[in-house]
């Protein structure tokens, strides 16, 4: 399938975009061993020692693709991981790393972790990017970034070509209303896996989630941490709870922000963006004054326009599915709404160009159609993951319900489900994620509750399953994809918990 909406990303894709002018349980110090020095805490029994004994070397970081070259103050690395932890004296791969280190020495917490989300994306590119909004905890923690396996530097996923991508774009109707726009949108998507297992082979059965936390893991213990200090976003959420869910003696001070529902299959998690994103595209008319069914019902009919007949943009086309997702990009972050408003106006005026523009940047199209690969690493994460292979017939016979959720975009979702891992060539792993961690420390679980792309519920049942006395909720009343440097109470809660392990009450709310 030529473009999806899924996760993808935090709060931080829309901040890149206005920069981008896209316009019209941690420990004290005294416990915290040098950094580099594997901690005496050994990840998982069995690994050789040739990884467990391992220190990385840091060294000067080179530009990650299309982006600057990050300052003097970042160090860059890589940690060899097993390929197949069933076989973990066998092939190995390198997760790559990058690495700001505190600034008070004396009080160092240790490492801090993240995972931007996605899944595929970046963090040895998104880490430098975002790292004025964690300055604060940077005076104490060293900011560790990471790419997962099958992202990045650490054996990226590709599975299409510039070419490739862009024909797919321009020929697949990804809301098909024939029985031959159906064949050809189940076609592309299976061309899309026989792509990924050509071009990265083996590779792709071991891109599941589980497999990046075990990775995690051996990396806390090279980085010399007796805990692992966490701080996902997003899908990062979901590598999160999978880390508590196995290594939950291991868990240190971890915060999960805009949380993936734990218990969402892989048509529960379409079922629950459809209703996220129409619900945070009601709270963007509102907030502009139009009634929401009324400019839901506008929208709505601006896409089937496209789809009959859609708008040229020089030698390319906006699409309906294209302005789905340049619909989509905005309602990530409050502050881009001025750019959907002014996207949708020249889109109604036969204007497609900035609705194509938002799209783009989304989809990660540079303006020279040179494509980024965090969609392939996106792909081939998610069907590693799910065992679940929706036919066609299961996507038609959502499309009412579906609809009925958002006339935006409801139909798209639905199809979404047999596109996706539609004949992937390698099987899924489970259902839905593992999240319980009896005897983990506690995990703030922030939600917030205009959350587009992971709706407030998944907050909820990720802190239930997590378990008692595990799972913090903290509820953000609000809008956007992830609290944590756009809600002021959020990161005041945050950074108490992270720096000085003052755990809120369940339940606490900022608004």
């Known amino acids: ?35 580099g020095t594997p901690s005496k805490n050994s990840p998982a029994a069995g690994l050789p020692a040739a990884l467990t004994g391992q220190r990385p070397e840091w060294r000067s970081c080179p530009a990650p693709e299309g982006g600057r070259k990050p300052g003097r103050d970042w160090r860059c690395a890589d940690v060899t991981v097993p390929l197949d ?15 700001k280190e505190a600034r008070d020495k004396d009080r160092r917490l240790g490492s801090l972790l993240f ?60 809301t098909p209303d024939t029985p031959a726009e159906e064949a050809a949108f189940l076609a592309d998507g299976t061309a899309f896996g026989a792509g990924c297992a050509r071009r990265s082979g083996k590779t792709i059965a071991h891109t599941t989630t589980s497999n990046t936390a075990r990775d995690l893991d051996l990396v806390r213990h090279v980085l010399g941490d007796a805990k692992l200090n966490y701080f996902g976003i997003s899908y990062g959420t979901e590598l999160g709870g999978t880390y508590a869910h196995l290594f939950p003696k291991n868990v240190g001070r971890a915060v999960l922000d805009a949380v993936v529902d734990p218990t969402a299959d892989n048509v529960g998690h379409a079922r629950n963006q459809t209703v996220g994103f129409q619900r945070a595209l009601e709270s963007y008319l509102q907030g502009r004054g139009e009634s929401p069914k009324a400019g839901t019902a506008r929208i709505a009919a601006l896409l089937k326009r496209l789809d009959r007949s859609p708008l040229p943009v020089g030698d390319r086309r906006l699409t309906d599915g294209l302005a789905v997702t340049g619909i989509v990009m905005p309602l990530y972050s409050e502050e881009s709404w001025p750019m959907l408003t002014s996207a949708l ?67 798209f979702l639905a199809w979404d489900t047999a596109g996706w891992c539609a004949n992937w060539p390698v099987k899924g792993e489970r259902t839905t994620p593992e999240a319980s961690a009896p005897g983990a420390a506690p995990v703030l679980v922030v939600g917030t509750t205009n959350d587009p792309a992971t709706p ?56």
């Open 1 to 35: 399938m030529s473009t999806s909406i899924r996760i993808r990303g935090t709060a931080a894709l829309a901040a890149a975009l206005l920069l981008a002018g896209c316009t019209s349980g941690g420990g004290d110090s005294a416990a915290t061993p040098p950094a």
């Open 85 to 99: 932890y069933d076989r973990p004296a066998g092939e190995t791969m390198s997760v790559a790393l990058i690495r």
């Open 115 to 174: 995972n931007f989300g996605g899944p595929g994306a970046s963090g040895v590119a998104g880490l430098p990017r975002a790292a004025a909004e964690y300055d604060k905890l940077n005076e104490r923690y060293d900011l560790v970034g990471f790419d997962p396996r099958g992202v990045g530097r650490s054996g990226a996923v590709i599975c299409r070509d510039d070419r490739e991508q862009a024909a797919s774009e321009a020929g697949t109707d990804v």
């Open 345 to 411: 106006q020249k889109a109604e005026n036969g204007d497609g160009s900035e609705l194509l523009r938002l799209a783009d940047f989304y989809n990660d199209r540079e303006p020279d159609g040179h494509y980024g690969t965090q969609s392939h690493a996106q792909r081939a994460i998610s069907c590693a993951d799910s065992a679940e292979r929706p036919t066609a017939a299961q996507a038609r016979a959502l499309l009412p319900e579906f609809r009925g959720l958002s006339p935006v975009f409801g139909e």
């Open 456 to 511: 407030y519920e998944g907050a909820e049942r990720m802190a239930k399953e997590l378990g008692a006395g595990v799972g913090v909720l903290v509820t953000n009343e609000g809008d956007g994809h992830g609290a944590y440097g756009t809600s002021s109470c959020v990161t005041r809660t945050v950074d108490a918990y992270l720096l000085d392990g003052k755990v809120p009450a369940y339940g606490k709310k900022c608004g």
